[in-house]
C-alpha cells in the first residue's frame, strides 16, 4: 500500500480547493505531516465494501468491460501528485460519424456510494475525478453512484484542462506548504481548535477589522438570543394546545407538528457507581486536557 504522507492523491484534491464537505485544507495537510486521521470510518468501509457491486452493476447497464482495478498514476509534470482509480475501461473503438475515422477510447471509472440523491454530480466528486483524469492522462471518466442504497446512476465527466490545472496548482501550494511546515489558515471552527488548542495567557491588541468582527458577533448573538425566546414562546403556546395529543395537523389533515414519547434508554449512573464502588471508581478514572473556552466580553449591542 502506498504511504498517502508521501503525495498528494485524488481524494486530496477537492479539500485542496476548499470545496470538499467532508475535509478541510488543514485536515489534509495534518494528514500529510503524519497526524492521525480518521481513515476507517464506518460510511468509509461501507462505500469501499459497495465499491465492487456498483462497478459490476456499471458493466451490466453499460456492457463495457473493465480492467486496471486500482491501478496508481502519477501526473507527468506535478510527481508529487497522484491517483489511484477504482477501474478503467477496456479500450473500445468509435467512429466518428463525419470522417468515418475510428478512434480508440478508454475511460476511468469511479464508484461512489452515498445515502442522498445527485441529478447532478457534486463539485467535490468532479474535482476528484478530474485530477485523475489529469494523472492518467484520459479524457473521459464514468461516475457510477448508488444513491440511497437502490438506485444506480452513471455520470460522465469530459476532461477540462482548465479546471485541472486550477486544481493541480491548489494541490501544489498545499503540498509546498506541508514541505516547508506552514499550516494553510483556517476556515471553519474545526480548524482553528486543532490549531490553537491552548493558550499562551498573553493579550493581543485588537485591529480595527476585529474590533468590527467582534462588534458584529454581538449582534449576530443579540439576534439570536432573541429568536431562541421567541422560539420558546411559541413551542410553549403549541405545546400547550396539543396537551397530551401527538399529533397537530391543520383542517386538510396536514401535520404541522409531533410531540411524542421517545424510547426509553439506559445510561451509565456515573454518580451511583462512585459511591457504592469509590476504589474501584479511582482506578478508572483519567484526567482530560482542558478545552478552550471563547467567551465574547463588552457592552451589549
Known sequence: MLDRTKYMGSSDAAPSCGVSPFASPLDVYLAKRGEPTEI???PIRFGNHNESLVLDEFTRETGIELTDFQKHFRHPEFDFIGATIDARSVDWQTTNISTGRATTTAAIVEAKTTSLYYDELPDHITIQVQEQLACAGLQLAFVPVLMRGRDLKIFEVEADEDLQQMILECMARL???VQEGDPPPAVSQADVKRLFPKDDGAKIVADP???KAAKKLRQVKA??????????VLETAIQGEMGEHAVLTDIEGRVLATWKNTKPSKR????????AMPEV???FVTTTNGSRRFVLKGEKP
Request: charged fraction near 30%; charge should be positive; aromatic fraction near 16%.
Open 281 to 283: 471508581y479511582k482506578e
Open 223 to 232: 439576534t439570536i438570543a432573541t429568536l431562541s425566546d421567541q422560539k420558546a
Open 175 to 177: 503540498w509546498l506548504r
Open 40 to 42: 476507517d470510518t464506518f
Open 268 to 275: 451509565f449512573d456515573n454518580k451511583a457507581f462512585k459511591a
Open 209 to 211: 477589522t476585529l474590533v
